[in-house]
């Protein structure tokens, strides 16, 4: 009878261990890797050289190929985390050449020496990264593109930096042209008020400093109310000092009421058509 158990459990332990080397290759997933399929294969092959242990009851002998299924579902689960582990260096690293390559893109025709230094800059700390393994694969991208939004603000900052900087030059590049221009305005035989004019205009014109609460249009807009206003104000001085001289019975100026009719002597203030334009005149 005892020879008759031993080899019934022979039997059953045979019967146990093929069911368990058949049911080992459940144990693989799609796209594990050769290393995984090795480590089943191994495990396999293992199972399959076990003899039966006469010295232990069936129970033990089973749990002998148990023993190697256990080690063989850990030595998988650690293994698989090494494949995950490895494609997500490969996917990091891809993703970082990615967006070495995509941070050229930022740049823009005319942008300043500093721009493309804060982007290379930038390449240079995301090119210098390594994978983070106590980080997922989402979080060491994160990594990438935190450097990024911040290279991308930076990048606005210098432009905003730069196009002032180029504003300030042509604001002062206009307003030479427009100081020697209100030079142009003086006319042979100009009294001494209406040079005085120019002389102040030009003063105040050299005076002016880039308001960079304003655009550069409203800057420049600063910079002609005051070329206007001598303009108007050289002509109006001029008419006093013509309409002065009339009185004086010399000058040459054509004065005509609203309602057409020519006049020669000015006698009050008000509003009249001198040399075919309107003009308010004050008599003192």
Known sequence: ???????????????YRKTVIVNSDTLAKPGDSPAVLSLIT?????????????SKSLAENKD??????????SDIII????????????????YRKTIIANSDTLTKPGDSPAVLSLIT????RISKLNYDTSKSLAENKDSVDSIIIKLKSDIIIQRAADQLEADKSAFESYKKTVIANSDTLAKPGDSPAVLSLITSAKDRLSKLVYDEDKSFAENLI??????NQLESDL????????????????GNMQIHTLDGKKIDVLTKSGI??????KRYVVIK
């Open 235 to 250: 002509e109006n001085t001029r008419i006093s000092v013509g309409i002065e001289n009339h009185n004086n019975r010399s």
């Open 272 to 277: 009249y058509i001198i040399n075919g334009k």
């Open 64 to 73: 002998s190929v148990d023993s190697i299924i256990i080690m063989l579902k």
């Open 42 to 54: 191994s495990a396999k092959d293992r199972i399959s050289k076990l003899v039966y242990d006469e």
């Open 121 to 124: 800059s930038a390449k240079d």
């Open 79 to 94: 293994q698989r985390a090494a494949d995950q582990l490895e494609a997500d260096k490969s996917a990091f690293e891809s």
């Open 222 to 227: 600063i910079i002609d109310s005051i070329f």
């Open 1 to 15: 009878r005892a020879a008759d158990q031993l080899e019934a459990d022979k039997s059953a332990f045979e019967s």
